[in-house]
């Protein structure tokens, strides 16, 4: 049994900050990288107590995402490959802002509330990092947490975030989820594509061409290491492939997604399709450039409705009866669940569509309700959960029936295979709607005219505390303060199409405000409007927002 003096002395290894307070965010903690040592190595004892906990393999991911270089952050991974349960946030902030000598108070309450019994017990933790300059010592600081309660641990060194929970997960389920390594990952991803990509034996070489941004992160280094596994499948012209510019500088999914643009500096020929992953690979974005030279993006609102309707429609030719549900935030594009729910419907292609809060883990939630729950969050980050259930019906569909049915079901089969279930993944996103494309022999602009985008903007409001907004109904209307609500209601009314919402961030000590509408002016002037009664009604502070 681990002693808590050495704990405590190992600890001071570790030092915190005095006052300096973080709080579990939408995705883990997020701050400067030389703030996070004490973070690092207090996840790794809170890792190692939920090892404890769960008898099971938990993850932790040293990664700060699409953040700047100079930060870095921390997120876990329960059993099955999901984020750690929010629950557990709780401890995760109270270990990560306890001061030195208040650290074993914190430990033992902890112990203490979830029963865990530290005697013969075996933990086991799963560390890797993404391309960070800070990255290797504050995984370091992890694996020193880990030992210093007396766990064991792995080291998978550079992996991108969803790789982590693939490992996690294909270890907890004993080799059932597939092997726990790189290899593995990449064998049986590779091989649910090709077997994909066979049923499109029509496909050109123009077709199996695909531009990706790696926004010069672990998600280049990793796909450059999977791409003779895809044995020409897919011919990848990778950039910011991390060789020259920097982590997220003015390329990757977030910097395309906000800034509706292209990555600084690629060259793209009219109706190339293009991608690009954020820092860590578990989101991506696809984009295009016309014969005009207009942008068009192909964000997580059009890969939900892309996927669902290539599943959708297997299921139709299967004759399988599965509820198949499409889950968006209130970010999702109004045209995109106006299309998910009307349009699908008039093209006998029902599926039920849900609103969750922001944040993968409220949407993952929702979407393990159903048989298949394909979720995304606008910015691209998303997946597709199969229950067990629906995995053993295409299972037998494929063994027991014939003809086009089973044509169909295995091709359900191979888009199981394909997804990993366990948390967004840009790598197997892309390969996914890669094969969805060459299967439905579809262009990238055949897949953008689905539907036509609201104008939209996103803006943000510094508040002196963002928490005196307080949201409901999956953060589309405000309850506090009073009066806000009213106000966005009166706003929204004068715009033709208009829809409006604002809710504090989970990362970024700001007010988000999100307008659309059907001009972009419109768009652009309702979220200057709301981002002016969020000033004047929950606290503004520094300057009023100007008109853009
Ligand atoms: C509008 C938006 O894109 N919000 C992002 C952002 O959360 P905020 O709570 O809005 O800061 O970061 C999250 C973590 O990466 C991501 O899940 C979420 O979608
Ligand atoms: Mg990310």
Redesign the pocket.
Known sequence: MAQWQEVSEKSKLHPKPVGLVLQYGT?GFRTNADHLDHVMFRMGLLATLRSINTKAIIGVMV?A??NPEEDNGVKLIDPMGEMLTPAWEVYATQLANAEQDHLITVLKDLVQKESIDLTNQEAEVFVGRDTRSSSARLSDAVLDGVTALDGRSKDYGLVT?PQLHYMVCCCNTRGGYGKASVEGYYSKLSQAFIQLTKSAPNRTDDQKCLLVDGANGIGALKLREMEPYLQGALKVSLFCDGTGGKLNHQCG?DFVKVQQNSPKGIVMKAGERCCSF??????IVYYYSDDHGRFHLLDGDKIATLISTFLKELLTKAGLDLKIAVVQTAYANGSSTRYLEDTMKSLSHFVIVRCAKTGVKHLHHVAQEFDIGVYFEANG?GTVLFSKAAEEKIQQLCDDSEGERQGAATLLKNSVDLINQTV?DAISDMLLIEAILAIKGMTVQQWDAIYTDLPNRQLKVKVSDRRVIDTKDAERKTVSPAGLQEAIDRLVERHQDGRSFVRPSGTEDVVRVYSEAATQESADALGHEVSLAVYRLAGGVGGEPKPL
């Open positions: 995705a990664t995402s699409h975030t999914a954020d820092g860590d690979a578990d989101r980050h967004g």
